[in-house]
């Protein structure tokens, strides 16, 4: 570590932390938009399944099954769950590496001590920052807000749907649960995979 290194990683932390954020924001909200789709066709389902019953139809076991299940990720939802948590990581190692590097200038003096072992710990974390920030930027990221959309697709569900229907549905459905065959979480969850792909 030298001062001269110490001053070319402070100014690429602060740069990949406040370019990161922004990107953070922008895998949220794509991840928001597409998880509110997935909850907006589930609420679908339940009121196409509300309305078979208020016409006296009988729904088939494997719709009401369909309506128990709760958010189903996307092959795209679950890439960005995963590119929001590495950019948490990330974040917070660089965070600690830019604290140690302040620490170490403060304290250096006039005649600093190398301390390989920080320069090197700077340039594995900011490098896999930078990686990361690319690879991102490539897969791109920006749009929608969770909460809001979400809410809105129960709200337009419980606007539309008296709530003795709507207990009638979740009765039902409870029954076709617990009368459905058992599945593994990887076989239901390939099979929504595919459904959604």
């Known amino acids: 570590m030298s001062n001269d290194y110490a001053a070319i990683v402070t100014t690429l932390d602060g740069a990949i932390l406040v370019i990161g954020t922004a990107q953070f924001v922008g895998i949220y909200k794509k991840f928001t938009e597409k998880s509110s789709v997935i909850e ?8 196409r399944l509300v309305e078979a019953l208020q016409r006296g139809e009988e729904p088939d076991a494997a719709d009401l099954v369909a309506a128990r299940r709760g958010l189903i990720l ?17 974040a917070g190692a660089v965070a600690i590496v830019q604290v140690q590097v302040l620490r170490w200038a403060a304290t250096a003096g006039e005649n600093p001590d190398p301390d390989p072992e920080l320069a090197r710990m700077a340039y594995l ?20 807000n969770l909460r809001y959309l979400l809410l809105n697709a129960a709200r337009d569900y419980r ?24 599945r593994s979480w990887w076989s239901r969850a390939r099979d929504q995979i595919i459904r959604l792909t």
């Open 40 to 47: 907006r066709e589930k609420f679908a389902h339940r009121g």
């Open 74 to 90: 996307s092959w795209d939802t679950l890439l960005l769950s995963l590119a929001f948590a590495v950019w948490g990581v990330l």
């Open 125 to 144: 974390v900011t490098g896999a920052a930078i990686l990361a920030l690319l690879f991102e930027a490539m897969a791109g990221a920006l749009i929608g």
């Open 159 to 182: 606007d539309r749907y008296s709530s003795e229907a709507r207990r009638e549905l979740e009765e039902k459905v409870k029954e076709a649960v617990r009368q459905a065959p058992r």
